[in-house]
């Protein structure tokens, strides 16, 4: 009896022996691949896939960040006038932020390296005596609008840390947002998070004073004997300090500091694009700039 045991039971270790060890085998393959798939998905270099059949652009491969230059000038009309445009370049040049030369007004685009063209753009206003940084021109060729936000976030990244390495005194940076449906792109487009990715510099209007463009049909402007024609630089800057309290110029679609315009408004008033204006009393100033 001892015996015919011992040979019955034999077999059977054998078998359950094999049968932890097959069980064994399999924790350890499928515990070591669930390993791998988490560390996979938490590398930063791979990708998730997207769900659908839309491919995305691989910004470090397909795409390069770089000054703008004339010969960009027809990529960039093109997309002035699209869906991810800014109105501002329907009536001024682009050709001061294209020029190497300029340093007052700098442009800055993605160039899509498969096609060799400018898909995303930034311009760049250097004001009062290059302490602050006028924010305008933010577009983007919206045939990439699904690839936009990296897109400008790496642009407007890249912007800021060349600025801050080429300017030593810029301290801020600036813009003015229309907020009518038609104008709300008219500085920058209002698709792209322009305002989140340059910090700008928060304000009320109770500091600016805004120029007035053309005063013959404007209801509450009355333009009479009252005011003339006035030449003194210094006294309307001094008005505009003293009398009006205001820090702060909206002129020609910038935002220059009221102690740092005197530069800007003589070379206005010298090329005859500039009317100043001045009451009686000295308290009270219209700036004309343009027709």
């Known amino acids: 009896s001892h015996s015919k045991n011992y040979h019955v039971m034999g077999p059977l270790s054998y078998f359950i022996a094999f049968v932890c060890i097959a069980l064994a085998g399999y924790y350890w393959y499928t515990n070591n691949k669930l390993k791998d798939e988490i560390k996979d998905s938490s590398r930063s270099d791979v990708s998730s896939k997207p769900k659908s059949s839309e491919k995305f652009l691989d910004f470090d491969k397909d795409c390069k960040i770089r000054a703008l230059k004339p010969s960009d000038l027809d990529d960039i009309k093109a997309i002035v006038k699209s869906e991810g445009g800014c109105q501002y370049f329907l009536d001024h040049s682009l050709e001061p932020y294209l020029n190497p030369e300029n340093s007052k007004c700098l442009g800055f685009g993605v160039e899509l390296l498969s096609e060799k063209k400018i898909i995303c753009t930034q311009f760049i206003a250097m004001l009062d005596e290059n302490e602050t940084g006028f924010v305008l021109g933010a577009m983007m060729n919206m045939k990439y609008k699904k690839d936009s936000r990296i897109i400008y976030m790496r642009l407007s990244n890249d912007v800021q840390a060349q600025l801050s390495v080429k300017y030593d005194d810029l301290g801020k940076h600036r813009t003015f947002e229309c907020t009518n449906d038609k104008t709300k792109s008219y500085l920058n487009n209002s698709g792209l998070d322009y305002k989140i990715k340059f910090n700008l510099d928060e304000m009320t209007d109770k500091n600016i004073y805004f120029c007035l463009n053309g005063y013959d049909d404007v209801d509450g402007i009355k333009i ?50 500039l009317i100043l204006l001045v009451n009686e009393k000295e308290n009270g100033l219209i700036m004309n700039y343009g027709n």
Do not use: M, R
């Open 224 to 273: 009479n004997g009252d005011f003339k024609e006035n030449e003194d630089i210094d006294g309307c800057i001094n008005i505009l300090k003293e009398k009006c309290k205001v820090s702060d110029v909206f002129y020609d679609w910038k935002l220059y500091q009221t102690k740092c315009i005197k530069g800007e408004l003589s070379q206005d008033l010298k090329d005859k694009k």
